[in-house]
């Protein structure tokens, strides 16, 4: 078994991941807004080059044909958009080394808990695929679809590291107490996860809207933008209201029927996440889609699955330790 400070270090080193991985989605959602996606229009260089350049003066005059010829068409330097992109590929690189040390540490678990070794390496795989699927959105100049599987999978991928170090501590979960719970509880939570999951890729394709619409109107008149969106935006924008009447009773049921520090934090967490993505999400409604907004509605929507996924982990691994108290069994 690990010594407390394997654990510890284990903990440290995930903790510091999952928290790389959300920077990473919110500076993606950065690039997104800030239409900085194809600010480097090849990979993994940048223009061509490892550190990119700061100014026009230092590509070629014809770089705009060099680039179309290789099927990056309306390509045009601007240094901001190129160095967002750039520290957003940075931040990935940061990324890879930041699970892999997540991966490393997780090796003292793989005898007394294999699991938890085997999430991590999932996760480092899952990395390495993430990396390519980038370098087919920069090829695909910045298809639609790849986009929201890009998405996707780092929900996937910090999923994966938050079901790694809550399994890591789960004998001392056997503490946390959830018997005045309704049974419907855990399974309502699994019900809020994939709408909100669901939510996610409606808010990518809503995204996708505003991007084709602010291009058409060579990105003038935002106060008509959302005016001309598709039915998919009110699909979204109502389907909220009931997402967050569910998440706000699982999170009364939760404060009120257990007393369980852990579980306390997480969900007064998720109360803030929720308040946050309501702000945000009336903030572009009303005020004509401010940048700002954007990156952190998409950034707190990550948190909340994050956030749901930890609390049902701690209850899953309370209600065994539950079942093997009644029992008489140990923990181990």
């Known amino acids: 078994m690990p010594n407390s400070l394997q654990i510890r270090r284990f903990w440290v ?34 223009f061509g080059q490892w550190i990119p350049p700061t100014s026009e003066s230092q590509l070629p005059d014809n770089y705009q044909q060099i ?8 390509t045009a330097f601007n240094v901001r958009k190129t160095w967002t992109e750039y520290l957003n590929r940075l931040l990935g690189v940061f990324t890879g080394f930041a ?3 997540t991966l490393i540490f997780s090796l003292p678990f793989r005898r007394h ?33 790849l986009i929201t599987v890009h998405m996707l999978l780092a929900q996937i991928i910090v999923g994966l590291v938050i079901m790694a170090m809550i399994r890591s501590a789960r004998s001392r979960l056997q503490q946390v107490d959830i018997a005045g719970l309704s049974s419907v509880v855990y399974p309502l939570i699994v019900v809020a996860m ?41 699909v979204h924008k109502y389907a909220a209201f009931g997402l967050v009447l569910l998440n706000g009773w699982l999170i009364f049921q939760l404060l ?3 007393q369980s520090i852990v579980l306390r934090r997480l969900n007064l967490f998720l109360a803030f996440l929720l308040l946050g993505t309501i702000v945000m999400g009336m903030s572009m409604d009303r005020l004509n889609l401010p940048i700002f907004a954007q990156p952190l509605h998409l950034f707190m929507a990550s948190l909340i699955f994050g956030t749901q996924l930890a609390i049902l982990m701690v209850m899953r691994y309370a209600r065994s330790n539950s079942k093997l108290a009644m029992t008489g069994e140990s923990v181990t």
């Open 67 to 74: 680039y179309a010829d290789r099927g990056y068409k309306d």
């Open 113 to 145: 808990d294999s699991l938890v070794t085997q999430l991590s390496v999932a996760g480092f795989i899952l990395v390495g695929v993430q990396g390519g699927l980038g370098a087919r959105v920069v090829a695909s100049n910045l298809n639609p679809a």
């Open 194 to 234: 994939i709408l909100g999951l669901m939510q996610l890729i409606l808010g990518t394709q809503v995204r996708e809207g505003i991007d084709l619409i602010a291009k058409q109107s060579n990105y003038v008149n935002r106060h008509l933008w959302i005016d001309n969106l598709s039915l998919i935006f009110e």
């Open 256 to 258: 009120s029927k257990t």
């Open 99 to 101: 699970i892999l040390l």
């Open 13 to 46: 080193f995930a903790a510091g991941t999952i928290i790389t991985i959300y920077a990473l989605i919110l500076v993606g959602g950065i690039v997104r807004a800030t239409g900085s996606g194809m600010g480097c229009p090849d990979w993994p260089t940048c």
